[in-house]
């Protein structure tokens, strides 16, 4: 059975249908990308697996149970954690605070600082900035940052949104390595990208979006083979 | 130079007593982006509980400031709970004319039950005057200070150093995000307005004893200049409302002293008037750069 699995899965703003019918699945251990154009609806289907927002039909199932009414606090309870699009760490708040605040349902103590050892190890830069305003790194840490803040709470699925946004290619690739530890140190990821290429290759199975609905589907390398997806996503 | 200090100590015991009440405002707005105009009317509620439990029930000072804090605490969460919640997805004005009203509706539920007139506050702690070289102190503006200071501190290591406190600052900044961490934004909220509505409470008790008088409209005003001193401080801003609070306690009892008394309220709002014009965003305001 899969780890979480979506099934007809229609999202609207107001009137406007952002995600119409939507399916996919995810099981334990794998990297598993959604790709599509801006305003495909992925950033939607993310903030409803973390439910930010309510569907209007379908449901969403993780471990056996269904989850889409559930709210936010609710969810990353369960193991689920997002690092949204834009990363949105908290300015004002040191790196430490943040990373602190992603450990906010986290109630043992000795585990806590166990974690922010592991993400110290991992972000090296995390450490060195502990005492500083978040607000004050530059994007790729900010990047690192908001990784490391969805990391504290121990999710067994991490879901996340655009990690290679705006960032250099060196740091891209960094990320895309991390991205890859976290999977190979037995958390299940939900990677979404406009950098097609390389989340496919990094990718175990992929979901091609356009337009609120799934239109292809394949292993990452079946997709990075494919002459549409070439085509439309890695530029011919 | 003893007149001066004397103004020193007078303005600096009632912007004490501004900066509590500031407080409630500037946190109020910091997560909500709500000017609570009711949250006068709430010091004017701690000021009545004072009154009541220090007459019937005989409490002392330490009991009845302490009382005070936990009903208006309690009043906060739930005019929040009922009013302002179910237009937390509206257009803001909504709010803010629903604050208006539930202001209205405080002031004119506490004159319709108790009388509009000014009542005196018990003196329970007798007042005694310390003069040093000419400068008066008492008894009583000390204890202000005092309270209104530990108050202030304590609620800085809140905000500063505890997991609520850095939720209450984390869903300032990015409701959602915080929600992605699991905290719940329903509970924060209520938590910001029970600590700002706490130290309104402080504040009526305290200025019940240093003006030994009060009654049902007596939020307006102190409201109105608290209100201010958060904006000069840079609203949204802790440390901006203390500072704000007690430069406007030292601009009022300075415009009096000067022989201006008519004006000390006029002074208030010019300051108001200045500060939207060359720092719009107070003192402390911040200019939160976001990377994209
Ligand atoms: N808050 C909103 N209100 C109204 N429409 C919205 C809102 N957020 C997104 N949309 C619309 O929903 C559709 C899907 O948006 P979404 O953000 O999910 O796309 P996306 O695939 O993440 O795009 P991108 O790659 O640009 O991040 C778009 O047409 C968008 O305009
Ligand atoms: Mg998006």
């Known amino acids: 059975m899969a780890m979480l699995s979506v099934d007809n899965l229609a999202v609207n703003y107001g009137v406007i249908t952002a995600v119409k019918g939507v399916s996919f699945e995810i099981n334990e251990g794998e990297i598993v990308s959604l790709i599509g154009a801006n305003g495909a609806g992925k950033t939607t289907i993310l903030k409803t697996i973390s439910g930010l927002l309510k569907p209007v039909s379908g449901t969403i199932t993780y471990e056996g149970k269904q989850i889409q009414k559930e709210k936010a606090p609710k969810i990353v309870a369960q193991g689920i954690s997002q690092v949204p699009e834009g990363r949105h760490i908290f300015p004002g708040l040191t790196v430490k605070e943040n990373l602190q605040m992603g450990a906010f349902l986290q109630s043992n103590h000795q585990q806590i600082s166990d974690t922010f050892g592991e993400i110290y190890k991992r972000f090296p830069i995390l450490k060195q900035r502990e005492n500083q305003d978040a607000a004050t790194l530059s994007g790729g840490e900010q990047q690192m940052l908001a990784m490391g803040r969805a990391l504290m709470s121990k999710p067994k699925l991490i879901l996340l949104d655009e990690p290679s946004m705006g960032l250099a290619p060196i740091f891209i690739n960094e990320i895309f390595d991390i991205i890859k530890a976290i999977q190979e140190q037995g958390t299940t990821v939900l990677l979404i990208e406009q950098n097609a290429k390389k989340a496919l290759s990094i990718a175990d199975r992929g979901y091609v979006l356009a337009s609120g609905e799934v239109k292809l589907t394949g292993t990452g390398q079946e997709l990075l083979a494919n002459a549409d997806v070439q085509k439309a996503y890695l530029g011919g | ?292």
């Open chain 2, 1 to 292: 130079m003893q007149t001066l200090l004397q103004q020193l100590i007078n303005g600096l015991s009632l912007g004490s007593i501004y900066a509590l009440l500031a407080l409630g405002y500037t946190m109020v707005y910091g997560i909500i982006k709500l000017i609570n105009f009711a949250h006068g009317d709430i010091y004017m509620l701690g000021a009545f509980w004072g009154y009541y439990v220090i007459n019937y029930w005989h409490f002392n000072f330490i009991f009845a400031l302490l009382s005070a804090m936990l009903v208006c605490a309690v009043s906060g969460v739930i005019i929040e709970y009922l009013a302002y919640r179910p237009l937390r997805h509206s257009p803001r004005i909504a709010a803010l004319i629903t604050a208006i009203g539930v202001s209205y509706f405080l002031e004119n539920g506490m004159s319709y039950l108790y009388g509009s007139s000014t009542r005196s506050f018990p003196q329970i702690i007798k007042q005694v005057n310390y003069h040093f070289g000419g400068v008066q102190i008492s008894n009583i503006q000390i204890l202000i200070l005092v309270t209104a200071c530990l108050l202030m501190i304590l609620l800085q290591l809140i905000i500063k150093r505890t997991k609520m406190g850095r939720a209450m600052r984390a869903v300032s900044v990015d409701p959602d995000a915080a929600e992605l961490v699991g905290i719940n934004i329903n509970r924060t909220i209520s938590f910001t307005f029970a600590l700002g509505s706490s130290m309104a409470g402080a504040a009526g008790v305290l200025i019940g004893l240093y003006y030994n008088s009060i009654d049902p409209l007596m939020g307006m005003t102190p409201g109105i200049k608290a209100f201010v001193a958060a904006v000069v401080g840079g609203i949204g801003s802790v440390p901006g409302a203390s500072l704000g609070g007690f430069l406007i306690g030292l601009l009022e009892t300075g415009v009096q002293a000067i022989g201006l008394s008519a004006y000390k309220d006029a002074a208030v709002y010019l300051v108001l008037i200045i500060i939207l014009l060359i720092l719009p965003a107070g003192i402390f305001g911040k200019n939160t750069k976001e990377k994209v």
